[in-house]
T-cell receptor, first 115, second 116 residues
Framework: NAGVMQNPRHLVRRRGQEARLRCSPM?????VYWYRQLPEEGLKFMVY????????ESGMPKERFSAEFPKEGPSILRIQQVVRGDSAAYFC?????????????FGPGTRLTVL | AQTVTQSQPEMSVQEAETVTLSCTYD???????LFWYKQPPSRQMILVIR??????QNATENRFSVNFQKAAKSFSLKISDSQLGDAAMYFC?????????????FGKGTLLTVNP
């Protein structure tokens, strides 16, 4: 059973460009979480999605950031007009349910560098 | 809001020795989960161990065990017989077990070095 897949692993963008990060959850998982890890920091929650629904986006910056998890295909985290402060590692995690016994399994992350 | 504090930015241990990593947290909830995740140089986040707050017994996974003190809001990780492969960044994390959103709140991490 393949784990959580994220691509690309590394992404370089110039200021003002768009970044699109993809996350394919583990097979059968319908709950996806996105976290951001700034240098020298722990992971910070951004958004929680179920298929076709955003459940909690309280950790997402109000502007330029958006996320989706369509019925078919991977979850996408989109950052428009990137700035240098967006440089970070972005991790996706998935779980089978939202049940309180369920473990979140993490992908390998996408390292975004903004030049 | 919940917070997780790891007061040791870096720790080191000799191979085969035992090391304890500290974690404290702040919450007003009574039902929650606590986790230790390991992040090796590959940056992959790997779950090491999990503790349910309603359980008094400390969780154990092979060489990894925790000391969970609910009243003190303390959750330390003990690594016995340390191995070179244990070298990594270790993150303590909290998750509320009620409601419908189980987002994790992480500490800033402790970088563990294992010396041969």
């Amino acid at each position: 059973n393949a784990g959580v897949m994220q691509n690309p692993r590394h992404l370089v963008r110039r200021r003002g460009q768009e970044a699109r990060l993809r996350c394919s959850p583990m097979k059968g998982h319908s709950h996806v979480y996105w976290y951001r890890q700034l240098p020298e920091e722990g992971l910070k929650f951004m958004v929680y999605l179920q298929k076709e629904n955003i459940i909690d986006e309280s950790g997402m910056p109000k502007e330029r950031f958006s996320a989706e998890f369509p019925k078919e295909g991977p979850s996408i985290l989109r950052i428009q007009q990137v700035v240098r402060g967006d440089s970070a590692a972005y991790f996706c995690a998935s779980s089978l349910t939202s049940g309180n016994t369920d473990t979140q399994y993490f992908g390998p992350g996408t390292r975004l560098t903004v030049l | 809001a919940q917070t997780v504090t790891q007061s040791q930015p870096e720790m080191s241990v000799q191979e085969a020795e035992t090391v304890t990593l500290s974690c404290t947290y702040d919450t007003s909830e009574s039902d929650y989960y606590l986790f230790w995740y390991k992040q090796p140089p590959s940056r992959q986040m790997i779950l090491v161990i999990r503790q349910e707050a309603y359980k008094q017994q400390n969780a154990t996974e092979n060489r990894f065990s925790v000391n969970f003190q609910k009243a003190a809001k303390s959750f330390s990780l003990k690594i016995s017989d340390s191995q070179l492969g244990d070298a990594a960044m270790y993150f303590c994390a909290y998750r509320f077990s009620g409601g419908s959103n189980y987002k994790l709140t992480f500490g800033k991490g402790t970088l563990l070095t294992v010396n041969p």
